[in-house]
C-alpha cells in the first residue's frame, strides 16, 4: 500500500502537521464539553464528538509510536543528554493513551446522540481538562527540546523515520 502522507514533507514537517492536530483536537474537546454544558442537544455535538473519537483512537497513538519508537533511539544514539525529557515524554504518551478509553467511550455515547449522566458528564468533563493540559504542555516541550535537535539529525535517520511515519498511516484501518 502507498504512503498516505505527502511524499515532500520532512519528517520535522510531519511532526509539526501532528502537533498542530493535535491542538486543533484538545480544542475540539474543549468545545464539545462547552457545549454539551449549554445545550445536550445541540445538533453539532454528535458529529463533532465522532471525528475527536476517531483522531483519539486512531491517529494519536500513531504519533506516540512514531515518537517512541521510531525518533526516540535514534535521537538517544546522538543526543543521550535527551534521555531524561524523552523517558518524561513517554511516560506522558501512556498517562494519555490511559485516559483513552474512557475519553473515546463518553464520545461514542455522544456521537450516538445518548445523553450523558450528571456523573458521566462531570467525569468527561474532568478528564478532558486532564487530557488537555497533559497535552499542550507535552507537545511545547517536545518542541522546545528535541524538535531542533531532530532536524539535526543525518539525513538517513530523519528519511527512515519518515518512512516509519507512513507505513504505520498506511497499516490497515489506519486515519
Ligand atoms: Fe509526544
Ligand atoms: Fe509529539
Not at 535521537?75 to 525529557?85: H, K, N, Q, R, W
Request: proline share 7%.
Amino acid at each position: 500500500m502507498l504512503p498516505r502522507l505527502p511524499l515532500e514533507d520532512s519528517a520535522l514537517d510531519l511532526l509539526r502537521a501532528c502537533h498542530t492536530k493535535m491542538r486543533l483536537f484538545t480544542t475540539a474537546l474543549e468545545r464539545i464539553v462547552e457545549s454539551y454544558a449549554k445545550n445536550p442537544a445541540d445538533l453539532q455535538i454528535p458529529d463533532a464528538a465522532r471525528i475527536t473519537a476517531r483522531y483519539f483512537r486512531e491517529a494519536l497513538p500513531k504519533h506516540a509510536e512514531d515518537e517512541d519508537l521510531s525518533i526516540t533511539p535514534r535521537l538517544l544514539a546522538v543526543y543521550p543528554e535527551l534521555a531524561p525529557g524523552l523517558a518524561n515524554g513517554a511516560r506522558e504518551h501512556a498517562v494519555v493513551e490511559g485516559e483513552l478509553p474512557q475519553l473515546t467511550a463518553a464520545l461514542d455515547k455522544l456521537a450516538a446522540c445518548e445523553r450523558l449522566t450528571v456523573e458521566e458528564f462531570s467525569s468527561f468533563s474532568a478528564r478532558v481538562d486532564r487530557v488537555v493540559l497533559l497535552l499542550r504542555t507535552h507537545a511545547l516541550t517536545e518542541e522546545t527540546t528535541w524538535f531542533t535537535p531532530f532536524g539535526q539529525l543525518p539525513a538517513e535517520d530523519q528519511r527512515a523515520v519518515r518512512l516509519e511515519m507512513a507505513e504505520r498511516r498506511a497499516r490497515p484501518g489506519a486515519p
